[in-house]
């Protein structure tokens, strides 16, 4: 039968010296010859060697492995260790075909499943394959070079390079590649690396900030029964400092425009409530002495006095000094984020949809939605501009639904208007040693949307859950009744996805330093660490920070009265609640709903400058730039471990109507590096902006993230520029995505001086490198919809070009190399397109017009890879081939290893050689010839660049 098959081909593959003495997982999904399949996860132990004999391939019943590899090369490389997922095609003793994946990893000390999450698995295969090892490089000195250029980086530019080393796993790379690899290597950090959190920098320089008229000093240690106007006498509170302010102005001390100066002196400052500033706290400079030394947190410490309770969990009394209300989050005393107690246990920043079987994760065939929940629309509004601008899109207006016994009320915003569902319940089915009893009053659902295909995630608060116990089948269905939440994603859900359950009792306490605290009482549960007894690390933590607030800071004005000339810089933001339970918004037609908040917000405002500070373990979203704000600059500042997106730019509009000017305009975001976002949000972004115009996005480092590096949510206005920016390991935990990606599904109105129109200015992407790994689709993804953009001189590994139903686009003098080869990353491929450039969608005249491939160099892989194709059109018609398919082709270097060009067309059914398409009008003075070498690639690469 088929597992006997299996067994067969496992043997042959734990066969080898390098497996004695440990365990292995593997987890196998297989496929047969009529599209059934199974699922089967399986802890095997190696004890001797047994060594897998030359002709092993024949006994393994092996087809192919890994692109024709025999079983006994890759059973001798450990490289298959580590999350390895492994192609290939097994003959039953029924003589059926079946594909098969495995993912598999070791551990080579104790039992098979250790008291805790593991940590994150070993590399994947390809994770050295020499073309990415090549790509790897490029993204290492590019960074340099963007860090060594900024001299407020210098000081920390090893930190931060060392994490871009370990973040690329360079350490598995060789140094024979055949590429012009100049520069020493970097010493990798752990990938749990706290980053700013504890290190020290330099302080930005405030660059022409005047002398201000008033100095007042902050520290804790201090007396707010003071005035702080003497280092030697500060206040106790960032709180009390602006009273001075204030008060300095009203009694003329200060002048309206005169600048005062509040010092936050090193040391750690605790935020018991939101510093909420207005346009009264206008033309102040607020800084600190550098990321690290002045830290402001959202929450408050306190010493645990811990008490046995039962087995290996501790109790201590929470004090009456830190609230209850926003203490949905727990750091420890090194400042990383603590689990609450969760099933699946996990460890939520370095594991989840992107390492092997999706740590963490119960399957979707573990759970079933229940009563369901929608929303009705009527009525509709009116454009300043005719509808037909944009052909076929009819207005909405979104008037309440009944049915919405959660009391969520999705805003109103013209294309998502009747799309929403949600869920009112949701059943677990599992064996009963994962949920043994049922998740307590204040629980929380957190799961995705999708099975396969996964666009975002959303979390629900359990109300209430009942366990019903099948003697029979010896399995529990636990009920659950959910309230708030769901809003996380435009289009809402009604199935089962990816989930888990956190703040789920006592009883779920079975990991390291797992906390809960009851709801409503004073006392904090945790597992000790008792594995850890004797490695140095405490079994228990002696200090503990306990969220307190959402928001750290806000500066909020009206549009006609805006906060005015406001510089923060040099500080540390850190221990913010989260914010995923609080009502979202979806505020235009993209695939982005966002919570309208953040650690730090500034809300109409002119003149807003933050500089060289650290956003470090946050809840939600790091900084929010909202609504009339004009010559905003975030500069120079460090995002880290942040629950949602790192940096948000969110205007409004009257319907489709924005010229009234209530958008950040001109926001400039420049010199930031960002990392580890989308910690509880699998949409979290680095930066993302909706309703906003002309902004500039350049010269950042971006990595490690769920989904987006970099995201335009709507086609409001255009005139962007995204430029010199650096990202990469994107997209790790969704799907059908790309690390920039752009949508625009709706007519937004705007003047630029000559009148109302839906037309944008052209936005302009360059000089990127943007490597497409993981879960990845496309390098530079334009969305439904997307129109005026000029892609240039972007360097592009691992996937092409794309338009879907969008028009007024060109990609010219970009690189893009081996679109059809992505490495396996972390979880696996998901939906890939093997192509230098798609065409979705496009009919001619409402959309693919106006779409032009021009001088563009793309160099395929895999000569199996759609017989090397260069190009898939949806709709092609030959007796109109340009406007089916590009306005203008021209000039363009394909290489393929198979030396020939070939168009797919209309799924397949029509191809294309070169000869064909120029025939018709494209490709012209465009070649294909056999594949360069790498290292012409890589000269390519670093010339573009400005790297050679």
Known sequence: DMAAAAWVVLTCLLAADFC????????????????????????????????????????????????????????????????????????????????????????????????????????????????????????????????????????????????????????????????????????????????????????????????????????????????????????????????????????????????????????????????????EDSHVVVAGHGRGR?????????????????????????????SLSNFSSLFGPDGRRLSRSRFPDANAETQGLHTPAATGYLAPKEGHPGAKLHQTCSASVSCPVPNASIPGFVYGTFSGASDLSVGYKPPFEPYWCGKWSGLAGFDITASTNKTSLPPSTGAVLHMTRGTSDIWANFQWEITHANNTHHLTTNTSTVSLQLGRGGWQFPRGTSDSGWFFVDNAGIAALTAPWEWYVPPGQRQLYMHANGSAVGSGASVLPATVFASQVVTLAEWVGTQAKPVRAVTVANLTFSHADVSFLEPYQTPSGGGYSLFPGAAVVADNVDGFSVLGCSFDSLGGNGLMVKNYARNVRVAHNEFAWVGDSAIALLGSVDGCDARKGNQPHGTLVEDNVIREVGIWGKQGAGFFQALAVSST??????????????????????????????????????????PFNSWAREPLVYDWGTGPSVTQQTSNITRNLVLCTYQCTW???????????????????????????????????????????????????????????????????????????????????????????????????????????????????????????????????????????????????????TPPSLSQIDTWAREMLGLA
């Not at 196998?28 to 089967?40: E, N, R």
């Not at 947190?297 to 000094?321: E, L, M």
């Not at 590009?886 to 363009?892: D, E």
């Open 20 to 279: 004695v003495g440990r365990h292995y997982f593997v987890h196998d999904h297989s496929i047969g010859p009529t599209k059934q399949q199974y699922d089967k996860d399986q802890w095997f132990h190696c004890s001797s060697v047994n060594t897998c004999p030359e002709e092993a391939g024949k006994h393994c019943d092996t087809a192919v492995l890994d692109g024709g590899k025999p079983c006994l090369s890759y059973a001798l490389s450990p490289r298959f260790e580590g999350g390895a997922a492994a192609q290939l095609y097994s003959t039953d003793y029924n003589g059926s075909i079946w594909a098969k994946t495995w993912v598999m990893y070791s551990r080579s000390d104790g039992p098979p499943h250790p008291p805790g999450p593991p940590p994150p698995p070993p590399p994947t295969p390809q994770a050295n394959r020499t073309d990415y090892c090549l790509a790897k490089r490029l993204v290492l000195d590019k960074s340099r070079q963007l860090l060594d250029a900024n001299p407020f980086w210098q000081p920390s530019s090893s930190h931060v390079l060392n994490l871009v080393a370990s973040a690329l796993q360079l350490s598995l790379c060789s140094n024979t590649t055949g590429t012009k690899h100049r520069h020493s290597h970097v010493q990798p950090e752990p990938a749990t690396s706290r980053g700013s959190a504890g290190r020290h920098t330099a302080a930005a320089p405030l660059r022409a900030a005047p002398s201000p008229h008033v100095v007042v000093h902050v520290h804790p240690s201090g007396s707010d029964a003071g005035q702080g106007l003497e280092a030697q006498t500060p206040v106790a509170s960032l709180h009390r400092a602006f009273e001075v302010v204030r008060g300095q102005r009203r009694t003329g001390v200060l002048g309206p425009q005169d600048v005062a100066r509040v010092v936050v002196l090193p040391g750690h400052h605790y935020l018991d409530k939101t510093l909420s500033l207005t346009a």
């Open 294 to 322: 002045t830290v402001v947190h959202g929450a408050q410490s306190f010493a645990p006095d811990w008490k046995h309770f039962r087995d290996n969990i501790y109790v201590t009394d929470i004090p009456q000094s830190v």
């Open 697 to 738: 996005i350049r010269n950042n480092i971006v990595f490690n993230g769920p989904r987006a590096g970099i995201l335009i949510n709507d086609g409001l206005a255009g005139n962007h520029l995204v430029e010199n920016n650096v990202l990469f390991n994107l997209v790790r935990e969704t799907t059908d995505h790309g």
């Open 779 to 929: 390098p530079i993804d334009h969305d439904d919809g997307s129109r005026y953009y000029y892609d240039s001189f972007n360097v592009c590994f691992f996937g092409g070009a794309k338009n879907y139903k969008g028009f007024g686009k060109t990609s010219q003098n970009n690189l893009y190399v081996h679109p059809d080869a992505k490495p396996t990353e972390g979880a696996g491929q998901g939906f890939h397109e093997n192509y230098c450039g798609v065409q979705y969608g496009s009919v001619g005249t409402s959309s693919g017009w106006d779409e032009h491939y021009l001088n563009n160099t793309c160099v395929l892989y895999n000569e199996f890879a759609a017989a090397g194709s260069v190009y898939k059109v949806t709709n092609c018609d030959t007796n109109n081939f340009l406007a089916s398919t590009y306005t203008s082709t021209v000039g363009n270097r394909f290489y393929a290893p198979s030396g020939t060009y070939q168009l797919l067309c209309n799924k397949g059914k029509l191809a294309l050689n070169l000869t064909q398409t120029q025939a018709l009008g494209g490709e012209v003075h465009s070649t294909v010839t």
